[in-house]
């Protein structure tokens, strides 16, 4: 994927604004009809002639726009920047100061920007495919094919120049995996490991996400007692997936070994917040928590973790972040809400979209009660989208979805 020219994907130019559909006032109407005719200088003064206008996040959005469109770069983002003050949750203010950064090459803070704004809508496809791009960059394979993914699942204008690239690299990635898979098969009758670990690392070397390989080539080298790469790749998995308490184990496990006391302190103490207190695991867990239970005295070792979390977010990698400023608040034994804080807020950054379903879930009720149906489905029609499992919000808001539309229909066909 590292030989692939995704730098001079559409997807970097940028995204600018909507349509005001949910705005009733004439004068914003008129002021983006203003914007879309590029007559930018009359839009401007529009807008600034009405206060309710500039008071508004929508309007200082536009404004940055217009002055965007007439090359005045510090006054667009000036404009956007107000918007992101007046709203935390306009999500084209962050887009949009996002590809600035981008443009100027200040790369970390373009991607801070855009993974806000996947926060609040984790399905537009801009954002994921600039994400893939930008992370790809910066050489995160994992990352960047996860938003790559993303692009692809959720981007509607299937016949684009980008959507048809991204689509037809990743077919050709996955066929290769397929043939290699196919090889995998045939010398696990051999028992040939050597081979099939080459296989392995071919196969992330094609496509980065691929959690299951990851954990056998870290179950391979631990069994060769290459110690130093079993953690990387056990690392991996538990940073990047969904893991089990074995996963955790044996990051822990390979601390110990490799004489990472801090880090084993912290991964058995994490082990014991999932294990069943009656299993030789948990006994065990305990019991190596209390012999390496000097490093809670030892506070340089403890500030480097907290560094490592700060250097981990500069660097946009969040889930690296979430680990260290976890292990920095084990170490210091005590309850930190401004850590705890960051650590949800970076929780939802790498997987937005059941913070986002949540959300929606939440305001359907309300939405039904004050009876704003089309409101209603489109609330719906998101958590359905956003969700990858028929989970209990689907299964609701598909049900508040068909009485909404079955509501409206009658009231079109017979005005009730």
């Known amino acids: 994927m590292n030989n692939i020219d995704y730098e001079n994907m559409s997807g970097l130019s940028g995204v600018n604004i909507d349509s005001p559909v949910d705005v009733t006032s004439d004068r914003v109407v008129r002021a983006y009809e203003l914007y879309e005719a590029?007559?930018?200088?009359?839009?401007?003064?529009?807008?600034?002639?009405?206060?309710?206008?500039?008071?508004?996040?929508?309007?200082?959005?536009?404004?940055?726009?217009?002055?965007?469109?007439?090359?005045?770069?510090?006054?667009?983002?000036?404009?956007?920047?107000?918007?992101?003050?007046?709203?935390?949750?306009?999500?084209?203010?962050?887009?949009?100061?996002?590809?600035?950064?981008?443009?100027?090459?200040?790369?970390?803070?373009?991607?801070?920007?855009?993974?806000?704004?996947?926060?609040?809508?984790?399905?537009?496809?801009?954002v994921n495919l600039n994400l893939a791009c930008a992370y790809n960059k910066k050489g995160f394979r994992i990352k960047s094919t996860k938003y790559f993914e993303k692009y692809l699942r959720y981007e509607t204008k299937a016949t684009t120049r980008d959507y048809l690239q991204v689509k037809h690299v990743f077919a050709n990635l996955t066929a290769k995996v397929d043939f290699f898979t196919k090889k995998v098969n045939e010398y696990k009758v051999k028992k040939d490991i050597k081979t099939i670990a080459a296989l392995y690392l071919k196969m992330i070397a094609t496509y980065a996400n691929l959690p299951n390989i990851y954990a056998n080539i870290a179950e391979i080298c631990y069994f060769d007692k290459n110690y130093e790469k079993a953690l990387e790749f056990f690392l991996t998995v538990y940073l990047n997936y969904p893991h089990t308490p074995k996963?955790?184990?044996?990051?822990?496990?390979?601390?110990?070994?490799?004489?990472?006391?801090?880090?084993?302190?912290?991964?058995?103490?994490?082990?014991?917040?999932?294990?069943?207190?009656?299993?030789?695991?948990?006994?065990?867990?305990?019991?190596?928590?209390?012999?390496?239970?000097?490093?809670?005295?030892?506070?340089?070792?403890?500030?480097?973790?907290?560094?490592?979390?700060?250097?981990a977010e500069a660097n946009n990698d969040y889930e690296r972040a979430i680990d260290e400023y976890e292990n920095y608040v084990i170490l210091t034994g005590s309850e930190n809400p401004d850590i705890q804080q960051i650590i949800d807020k970076y929780k939802i950054f790498v997987n937005p979209e059941p913070f986002v379903v949540n959300v929606l879930y939440s305001q359907i009720p309300e939405l039904m009660n004050r009876k704003k149906l089309k409101k209603c489905v489109d609330v719906c029609d998101r958590i359905i989208k956003l969700s990858s499992a028929n989970t209990k919000e689907v299964v609701y808001a598909m049900k508040c979805k068909a009485d909404c539309r079955r509501i409206l229909i009658a009231k079109e066909q017979f005005g009730v």
């Not at 002639?49 to 940055?64: E, K």
């Not at 069943?276 to 006994?283: G, M, R, W």
């Not at 030892?298 to 560094?307: A, N, Y």
Request: some cysteine; glycine content about 2%; aromatic content about 12%.
């Open 247 to 311: 996963i955790l184990l044996d990051v822990a496990n390979l601390c110990y070994i490799l004489n990472k006391p801090s880090y084993a302190y912290c991964y058995y103490s994490k082990a014991l917040n999932c294990l069943l207190e009656s299993t030789s695991y948990y006994v065990k867990s305990q019991e190596k928590t209390r012999l390496l239970s000097y490093v809670l005295k030892d506070h340089e070792l403890i500030d480097s973790h907290l560094q490592a979390a700060r250097d």
């Open 38 to 126: 590029k007559r930018y200088s009359e839009s401007i003064s529009l807008i600034e002639s009405d206060t309710q206008i500039v008071a508004s996040s929508y309007g200082q959005v536009l404004l940055g726009n217009c002055y965007k469109s007439l090359n005045d770069k510090d006054k667009a983002l000036m404009h956007w920047k107000r918007a992101i003050d007046i709203s935390p949750l306009e999500h084209f203010a962050y887009i949009n100061i996002a590809n600035e950064y981008y443009s100027d090459g200040r790369l970390s803070e373009a991607i801070l920007n855009w993974t806000i704004a996947s926060t609040l809508v984790p399905e537009n496809p801009r």
